[in-house]
């Protein structure tokens, strides 16, 4: 079953979209948040990005880097 949400730690993040990505083959994923403030956004992209660098790493068939967060909308 895929979660509606997920939130945490980089680290919680890592560990509740990994298997995601593994078992269904996630070859994208699509972040919203409701922070108005453009340095704590930028800051929790930061933080998701790096929770997301390991499994792009890691996932098979990966040809793109992930996307550096100050490059995001």
Excluded at 7 to 29: K, W
Excluded at 50 to 64: D, E, K, M, R, T
């Amino acid at each position: 079953m895929i979660p509606p949400q997920v939130s945490g730690t980089p680290e919680s993040l890592r560990s509740q979209l990994e298997p995601l990505v593994r078992d269904i083959g996630a070859t994208e994923i699509m972040v919203q948040d409701m922070l108005t403030d453009p340095g704590l956004r930028s800051r929790s992209r930061e933080l998701v990005a790096a929770a997301l660098a390991p499994i792009v790493a890691g996932a098979a068939g990966a040809h793109q880097p992930p996307i550096h967060p100050s490059k995001m909308p």
